[in-house]
């Protein structure tokens, strides 16, 4: 009986591990092997060239510039978006009239799709758009080429979009985990005379770790697999001023047809998110105190 059971478990599991094996690990280990070798699409001449193409890379000014331009975007937008999203958490939590709306039009973007949203922004960010005639009523010079056309301003424009989309997301993960505190730890707090800082410093934070880990950690592989907003705004430019590593990727290997080097820079890409995820696993579960 127990051994027909397991193989009816094992039946089960079968679609999602022939799903496993075909569209993920064997894509993962392919893609390794051609990082290994010099394989263009429209080339004959396939070679092995060990880890040419790795060093290849590390004196790739345009990887350089992308692998910038993606920490700054990484280490710009997390912190604000975490902080944000926990500040809305907070205000939601509370009681008052009408919080069901306010929750699902923070979350609305979240669920709009980021095509929709990129085109949308593209607009108040032109030459002639919304904030640039905002800046100037208020005395401030705008690009003149716009904010998506300056190389100081895209990067950052870009950014603030993110931050705006992915507040909603987090705030209700967040928000899940607010809810998951017994209200008996803020009432002995209370009775202890604590502040409300206090109650936040000393109960609500200890008592989210494993979530703000986890939004920290997500946050963090989804910022560095940035994509989407820079083919539709940027491509990359001016300048390479909004290249990024997952788009460097796909200029690399779906418009150069160099898949052998495009697959070396998703392997050093993939080894940074791994050891960036790592870090903050090792920090945030035993390394941080409140």
Same mark, same amino acid.
Not at 40 to 56: E, I, P
């Given at each position: 009986?127990?051994?027909?059971?397991?193989?009816?478990?094992?039946?089960?599991?079968?679609?999602?591990?022939?799903?496993?094996?075909?569209?993920?690990?064997?894509? &993962?280990?392919?893609?390794?092997?051609?990082?290994?070798?010099?394989?263009?699409?429209?080339?004959?001449?396939?070679?092995?060239?060990?880890?040419?193409?790795?060093?290849?890379?590390?004196?790739?000014?345009?990887?350089?510039?992308?692998?910038?331009?993606?920490?700054?975007?990484?280490?710009?937008?997390?912190?604000?978006?975490?902080?944000?999203?926990?500040?809305?958490?907070?205000?939601?939590?509370?009681?008052?009239?009408?919080?069901?709306?306010?929750?699902?039009?923070?979350?609305?973007?979240?669920?709009?799709?980021?095509?929709?949203?990129?085109?949308?922004?593209?607009?108040?960010?032109?030459?002639?758009?919304?904030?640039?005639?905002?800046?100037?009523?208020?005395?401030?010079?705008?690009? @003149?080429?716009?904010?998506?056309?300056? @190389?100081?301003?895209?990067?950052?424009?870009?950014?603030?979009?993110?931050?705006?989309?992915?507040?909603?997301?987090?705030? &209700?993960?967040?928000?899940?985990?607010?809810?998951?505190?017994?209200?008996? &730890?803020?009432?002995?707090?209370?009775?202890?005379?604590?502040?409300?800082?206090?109650?936040?410093?000393?109960?609500?934070?200890?008592?989210?770790?494993?979530?703000?880990?986890?939004?920290?950690?997500?946050?963090?592989?989804?910022?560095?697999?940035?994509?989407?907003?820079?083919?539709?705004?940027?491509?990359?430019?001016?300048?390479?001023?909004?290249?990024?590593?997952?788009?460097?990727?796909? @200029?690399?290997?779906?418009?150069?047809?160099?898949?052998?080097?495009?697959?070396?820079?998703?392997?050093?890409?993939?080894?940074?998110?791994?050891?960036?995820?790592?870090?903050?696993?090792?920090?945030?579960?035993?390394?941080?105190?409140?």
């Amino acid at each position: 009986m127990k051994r027909s059971l397991a193989s009816f478990g094992w039946l089960l599991l079968l679609p999602w591990i022939a799903t496993f094996l075909i569209f993920w690990f064997f894509p &993962l280990i392919y893609s390794f092997v051609l990082s290994l070798t010099n394989y263009r699409l429209l080339a004959a001449d396939t070679r092995w060239v060990g880890l040419a193409n790795y060093a290849r890379l590390f004196g790739d000014p345009d990887f350089l510039k992308a692998l910038a331009n993606t920490a700054v975007f990484v280490i710009g937008t997390i912190p604000v978006t975490t902080i944000i999203a926990l500040s809305l958490a907070l205000l939601v939590n509370e009681r008052f009239p009408g919080r069901a709306i306010f929750r699902a039009v923070y979350f609305l973007p979240s669920i709009t799709s980021l095509v929709d949203i990129a085109l949308i922004f593209s607009n108040p960010y032109a030459r002639d758009g919304h904030l640039c005639l905002l800046a100037r009523m208020v005395g401030m010079t705008p690009p @003149e080429t716009g904010f998506l056309l300056s @190389e100081k301003t895209a990067l950052l424009s870009i950014m603030a979009m993110d931050v705006w989309t992915a507040c909603g997301y987090y705030m &209700l993960i967040f928000l899940g985990g607010l809810q998951t505190i017994p209200e008996e &730890l803020y009432e002995a707090a209370r009775i202890t005379g604590a502040t409300r800082w206090q109650q936040f410093r000393y109960v609500t934070l200890p008592m989210l770790r494993p979530v703000l880990l986890f939004v920290v950690v997500i946050n963090s592989i989804k910022s560095f697999q940035i994509f989407t907003e820079i083919f539709v705004m940027t491509k990359g430019g001016p300048l390479n001023a909004t290249l990024t590593g997952v788009y460097f990727v796909y @200029e690399t290997g779906l418009r150069r047809f160099d898949f052998g080097y495009a697959s070396a820079a998703a392997y050093v890409i993939f080894l940074i998110i791994a050891a960036l995820s790592l870090a903050q696993f090792k920090f945030l579960k035993t390394g941080w105190t409140a």
